[in-house]
């Protein structure tokens, strides 16, 4: 019996494919089924699928007449015959132990879905990679090894895990509730209805804390990338409130529900498009599609101050009421927070040496903006934890603080704690460093913004660091 079936679309990414494809059929599960869906590709990565399907009777090689990723997975889950269907994307990697442990957390919790935490990584010019956690319980206020509901998510305000490919998923429950891709052109976001159908239709859905899969942020191809992405969510929006409109989700918990999720994927492509580039034309249309149904949702109640945060509810009042203030307004906050980032990295840059102070997650986040910046400088970590002295991090050696400033007495200390700065200052200050020798990290904390952003960065000229 196969046990799952694994989908992995892909289209021209010959220099990520065998790693890729490595990583799949490395798995410890033996009772699986690997369905390469190709839509075309011209550069040498549908001889190496060729290949792979040649060695390994588990890989199935699938030709797709369509170039869109929801065609291409449509194909995949009708060919599948897996008890659960999984996802790899053909620029990502997973971990050996991922099916087996997701599959044993599904058939245990008899689960409609089993997703997991994972980890984000950047490749740096030296071969280096940064892992950063992705927590669910952090970043959608998940509550692990719980069982979960629609109703679940009905009522929160925190928008749900948006990813599909850290899980896998009951192949006859995705039959029954008819829950398909769009088949829209291109790879276009198309995983946006489908995770949406997912929760509002699963009646047992379980969340793991362990990091099995492991998404790229530095393919410059990606879809996440794309500056037509505002246009690409509008029309996986559209589709799903058709989808939720057939299906009869029209309760006002429902409705609510759909509202605040549309909400979300209106503004946070927008404003991070205005950061470090300019979106595609099409989108102030698009814009204006997305403001139409979000007025629709405040007239019908759907969408009110008591169903967003403060912050959320005021943007969405002036981007409806107020298209050209707030499109001055989100200018001006995405130039503040993109200057704030080109001001911190041109001031670490003209350091002769850097020692950043923590080794927990905010220093990962630090040291993975500063060196995808091209920023050589970071000499150590060093940490008041005695237990982590002498320990391997990030490619340096953690060091205690005393130990920092007898090695390195004329280097820049960048605080990544910002929680006891003060109390650390006053220690740094008391081995002798100066008060302008001394910064306290406060920029980005998210693993996912902190590599997006150094994404956009490396596309502008003005963010090439020279040391």
Not at 116 to 141: M, N, W
Not at 296 to 302: A, L, P, Q
Not at 312 to 330: G, K, L, Q, T
Not at 350 to 364: A, E, M, N, Y
């Amino acid at each position: 019996m196969i046990k799952v079936s694994v989908l992995m679309p892909s289209l021209n990414v010959v220099r990520y494919i065998r790693e890729c494809m490595e990583s799949v059929i490395s798995q410890t599960m033996e009772e699986m089924e690997v369905l390469c869906i190709d839509a075309g590709s011209t550069d040498g990565t549908l001889e190496i699928l060729e290949e792979y399907a040649q060695k390994d009777r588990r890989v199935r090689l699938i030709k797709a007449d369509k170039k869109s990723y929801g065609h291409q997975m449509n194909l995949g889950l009708k060919e599948a015959v897996g008890e659960y269907i999984g996802v790899v994307e053909t620029d990502d990697l997973i971990r050996p132990k991922m099916y087996e442990e997701l599959y044993a957390a599904a058939r245990k919790n008899n689960a409609d879905y089993v997703k997991s935490d994972f980890d984000i990584f950047t490749t740096l010019e030296d071969g280096q990679r940064i892992f950063l956690r992705y927590s669910l319980k952090k970043h959608s206020g998940i509550t692990y090894d719980a069982i979960y509901t629609p109703q679940d998510f009905l009522m929160r305000k925190q928008t749900i895990d948006i990813f599909i490919w850290n899980g896998i998923y009951r192949r006859d429950f995705l039959l029954e509730k008819g829950i398909w891709f769009q088949e829209t052109p291109g790879a276009a976001f198309q995983d946006c209805g489908f995770r949406y159908q997912v929760v509002l239709n699963a009646e047992r859905g379980v969340f793991l804390e362990g990091s099995f899969y492991r998404y790229r942020r530095d393919n410059v191809d990606s879809s996440t990338y794309n500056k037509r992405c505002v246009l690409f969510n509008l029309a996986e929006c559209k589709n799903l409130l058709r989808i939720a409109k057939k299906a009869g989700m029209e309760s006002q918990e429902q409705t609510a529900f759909l509202a605040r999720e549309c909400a979300v994927i209106a503004f946070a492509p927008y404003t991070e498009l205005l950061m470090w580039g300019q979106p595609a034309d099409g989108t102030k249309e698009a814009l204006e599609g997305f403001r139409t149904i979000l007025k629709d949702f405040i007239e019908h109640g759907s969408l009110d101050r008591a169903s967003v945060t403060g912050d959320a509810w005021m943007e969405i009042r002036m981007f409806v009421e107020n298209p050209d203030f707030y499109d001055y307004y989100a200018h001006l906050k995405a130039e503040t927070a993109a200057q704030a980032i080109l001001d911190f990295l041109h001031e670490i840059a003209k350091k002769r040496q850097v020692v950043l102070f923590g080794s927990g997650f905010v220093g990962s986040c630090a040291y993975c903006l500063l060196r995808n910046n091209r920023i050589q400088n970071i000499v150590s970590f060093c940490d008041n934890d005695e237990r982590k002295w002498g320990s391997a991090y990030m490619g340096s050696m953690i060091i205690s603080p005393k130990d920092a400033v007898e090695r390195f007495p004329d280097a820049f200390y960048l605080i990544t704690n910002a929680g006891h700065s003060n109390e650390i200052q006053k220690q740094l200050l008391a081995l002798g460093v100066g008060r302008d020798q001394i910064m306290t990290y406060s920029l980005t904390t998210s693993p996912m913004d902190c590599t997006n952003i150094v994404m956009r960065c490396s596309s502008r000229d003005s963010v090439q660091i020279s040391q």
